[in-house]
């Protein structure tokens, strides 16, 4: 099921990055479908190549030429090289420029990459692709792309659901508990055998800590890395304490700043700051950290509250790169210790604020203290179970609804 499923982003790639020759950079954590997605997209063409740089061969042709290993093309339909993991070589971005301005005929090219790719192409060096590249980010599964892979644009998305919306279909709520029970990643999500989804996620673990982090950073302290993966899942959802860690790791406070960077580096983490542009005692640094794969979170309300974040995460990343505007997700926290889970920004303004309710259906009493200080017109309270109840709050509207129904209209 998880080969065959389709994805979201095999159209933007198609329309927005090969149709205008430019060159796709994908990236996203290890595992969650960059692969099959290439080979999906490869099975689709008259000619191409998969070319990966865990392959010896591909390195010394790369190195001697990279010419040498672009596909032959079969009549006037350009091919499809895909490069994996190219990122690992160090003069990468030089190899590829000279690659894509010399082609002697059009191809298309796809490169992927379990590290953050947009951060190795800013990084500092002689070296530049601007302009000849577009980048993606692969999120694994979602309530949505479970079942089809088309997103809405963000205002028929609210507009869809404050209009009436489409009531939870069972198959959407099976989804969301399987989601909560073997999290996002393709293999042990459409397996659903909790024995293998143990092992595939202590495995992945160790590959991201043992591989990937040692070829990203040649970090000597890796079982202490490890010790810090084994502690993350606790603190999902809390104010992120690094002093806390430091202690408990027996580390300096910028050795935990450094290790946590290249852990959301490797899409192992990722971190909201707390909004606080005119709005009044709010806080300013202390973030919160949640997983890529939430399955490891402990504590039953904040694995779901990470399930939210991830879906809301994807969104805003879908949105920004295919062209609806710049998304970004926070949340909000005043020093009182009043909170809303999350609040997307749309073109640096409020847009959307999300409270996360595992349990209460009843309206969060956040929503009084924060809707005189936000500029949206629209909130949103996600609840377990069926639920459909519009509150109003003077202008705004607070719709509290059930989080299926809610998040198989989103991404």
């Not at 806080?283 to 939430?294: F, Q, T």
Request: charged share 30%; net charge positive.
């Amino acid at each position: 099921m998880a080969r065959m499923t389709p994805r979201a982003l095999a159209g933007p790639l198609a329309d927005l990055a090969f149709r205008r020759r430019k060159i796709a950079l994908l990236s996203g954590p290890r595992q969650c479908g960059k692969t099959t997605l290439a080979r999906m997209l490869l099975a689709s063409r008259a000619a191409g190549a998969y070319r990966t740089w865990d392959d010896v061969e591909f390195r010394r042709a790369w190195a001697r030429d990279p010419k040498s290993v672009l596909p032959r093309g079969r009549g006037r339909a350009a091919p499809l090289l895909v490069l994996d993991e190219l990122h690992k070589d160090r003069r990468w971005k030089g190899a590829l420029k000279g690659l894509y301005d010399t082609l002697a005929r059009p191809c298309d090219v796809l490169v992927t990459g379990s590290a953050r790719l947009d951060v190795h192409v800013r990084a500092k060096g002689s070296d530049s692709l601007l302009g000849r590249y577009l980048h993606f980010r692969l999120h694994a599964f979602t309530l949505r792309e479970m079942s089809r892979p088309d997103v809405p644009r963000p205002d028929e998305f609210l507009d869809g659901l404050f209009g009436g919306g489409t009531p939870a279909r069972k198959a959407d709520e099976a989804h969301l508990a399987d989601l909560l029970v073997y999290g996002p990643f393709p293999e042990p999500l459409f397996a659903q055998d909790e024995r293998f989804a143990r092992l595939w996620r202590r495995n992945r673990e160790r590959i991201v800590v043992r591989e990937e982090l040692r070829d990203l950073s040649r970090l000597p302290e890796l079982g202490r890395v490890e010790l810090l993966t084994a502690l993350l899942p606790e603190r999902v959802g809390s104010p992120f304490s690094v002093a806390a860690l430091r202690e408990d790791l027996e580390v300096s406070f910028d050795t935990v700043k450094r290790w946590t960077a290249f852990l959301h580096t490797l899409y192992y983490l990722f971190e909201l700051k707390p909004y606080s542009r005119n709005l009044p005692r709010s806080l300013k640094r202390e973030g919160k950290v949640y997983l890529w794969d939430w399955s490891s979170v402990p504590r039953a309300p904040a694995r779901f509250e990470n399930l939210v974040a991830s879906h809301l995460q994807k969104a805003c990343h879908y949105w920004t790169d295919t062209g609806e505007g710049d998304f970004r997700l926070w949340y909000l926290r005043t020093k009182e210790r009043d909170e809303i889970d999350f609040l997307v920004v749309r073109d640096g303004e409020p847009w959307l604020p999300v409270e996360v309710k595992s349990g209460d259906q009843g309206l969060s009493p956040q929503w009084a203290k924060f809707s005189r200080l936000l500029p949206c017109r629209r909130g949103i309270q996600l609840v377990r179970g069926a639920a459909r109840r519009v509150h109003r709050l003077g202008p705004a509207e607070v719709l509290v609804v059930g989080a299926a129904e809610a998040l198989a209209e989103l991404v």
